[in-house]
C-alpha cells in the first residue's frame, strides 16, 4: 500500500507512465529512455511497498535513482541536444526517486555513532551529487555549447589534464601567497596586541592607525605592495599581512580586557605577575576575540 507520505514515489511512476506513453507516441527510436523509464517505475513501486522498511527503502531509492540516471547521461552522451520530452520526464522521476531518499535517510534513527557518521554525510553528498547530475543531463539535453556552459564531466576531464598546472598555480597562490601572510599577519598583530597592552602609549598609538587600516580596500593597499616588493608570490603576501594583521590586532587588544575586575583582583591577591595573570587569566578569555579575528581574517 502506497503511504500518503512517499508523495514522490507516486508521481515518479506517473511521470515514468507518462513518459513511456510520450516516447511511444512519438515513436522517433530514441530507445536508450526506455531502460530508465522502466527503471524509475519499478524503483517507485518497491519504494512505496518498503516503506515500512525505511532502511531497505533508502537502498532501493539510492540503487534505483542514481542508475537511472547514469542510464540517461549514457544515453544522451555522444547525442547532445537531441532529448526529448520522455528524457526530461525520466531525469524528474529519478531526481523524485534521490529526493525521497534523502527524507527516509533524513527520518532514520541510527543505532551507533559509525552509522549516525554516515548518514550526516550521505545525505548532503545525494544533495550535491543531484545538483551535478541535473547540470549534467540538462546542458546535455539542450545541447547548450559546452563554450557557454561546460558539464561537470568535461570541467573534471579538464582539472586532470590540468593537474600539473594547477598544481603549481596553488602552490604560488594558496602557500607561499595566502598561507604565508595568513600566518606572518596573524602572527604580527598577536604579537604586537601583547606589545601594546603591555605598554600604553603603543596601544594609543597603534590602535587608531589599526582601525584605519582596517577600513582599507585591497585595491588600495595592493598597488603599494607590488611597487615595493615585485610582481611576484611576495606583494601578494605583503597584501595579505597588510589585511590580516589589523584585524588580530584590534580583537586581541579589546579581548585582553574582557577579563572581569574580580578575576584580576583575585590574581594580584596571590602575589601573581603581569605575565601569570596574562598566561592564565586573561589570554583564555580572550581566545573567543582571537578566534573571530582568525575567522575574519581567514575571508
Known amino acids: 500500500m502506497i503511504r500518503s507520505y512517499s508523495w514522490q514515489a507516486v508521481v515518479a511512476l506517473v511521470l515514468s507512465i507518462a513518459g513511456a506513453a510520450y516516447e511511444t507516441a512519438a515513436a522517433h527510436g530514441a530507445a536508450d529512455v526506455w531502460p530508465a523509464l522502466g527503471l524509475v517505475a519499478v524503483t517507485a513501486v518497491i519504494s512505496a511497498l518498503a516503506a515500512s ?22 544515453g544522451i552522451t555522444g547525442h ?9 520526464l525520466a531525469l524528474a522521476g529519478a531526481w523524485l526517486l534521490a529526493w525521497r531518499c534523502a527524507t527516509v535517510l533524513s527520518a532514520v534513527k541510527p543505532s551507533g555513532r559509525g552509522e549516525s557518521i554516515a548518514l550526516t554525510l550521505i545525505i548532503p553528498i545525494i544533495f550535491g551529487a543531484w545538483i551535478l547530475i541535473l547540470w549534467e543531463a540538462i546542458v546535455r539535453g539542450a545541447g547548450i555549447p ?3 556552459l561546460p558539464p561537470p564531466s568535461a570541467i573534471a576531464v579538464r582539472i586532470v589534464a590540468s593537474a600539473s598546472v594547477l598544481a603549481a598555480d596553488v602552490r604560488q597562490t594558496i602557500f607561499k601567497a595566502v598561507l604565508a601572510g595568513y600566518l606572518i599577519g596573524c602572527g604580527a598583530g ?26 582599507l580596500p585591497i585595491i588600495g593597499v595592493a598597488p603599494i605592495m ?3 616588493f615585485g610582481f611576484d608570490w611576495q606583494s601578494k ?7 590580516t594583521f589589523f584585524p588580530m590586532l584590534v580583537n586581541t587588544v579589546v579581548g585582553l580586557t574582557a577579563s572581569g575586575h574580580m578575576e584580576r583582583d583575585l590574581m594580584r591577591t596571590y602575589a601573581s605577575g603581569y605575565w601569570q595573570t596574562l598566561f592564565k587569566l586573561r589570554l583564555p578569555a580572550a581566545m573567543p576575540f582571537i578566534f573571530n579575528a582568525l575567522k575574519i581574517n581567514s575571508t
Do not use: C, K, Q
Not at 547532445?80 to 526530461?88: D, I, P, Q, R, V
Open 53 to 74: 522498511r525505511p532502511r531497505v527503502e533508502a537502498l532501493v531509492l539510492f540503487l534505483g535513482a542514481h542508475l537511472a540516471a547514469w542510464l540517461l547521461l549514457a
Open 80 to 88: 547532445e541536444g537531441n532529448a526529448g520530452t520522455s528524457f526530461y
Open 226 to 228: 607590488v611597487m615595493w
Open 190 to 215: 598577536f604579537v604586537a596586541a601583547i606589545a601594546a597592552d603591555r605598554f600604553v602609549f603603543l596601544r594609543r598609538g597603534l590602535l587608531p592607525i589599526g582601525n584605519m587600516a582596517a577600513a
Open 237 to 243: 603576501a605583503a597584501v595579505v599581512v597588510i589585511m
Open 146 to 148: 559546452f563554450l557557454l
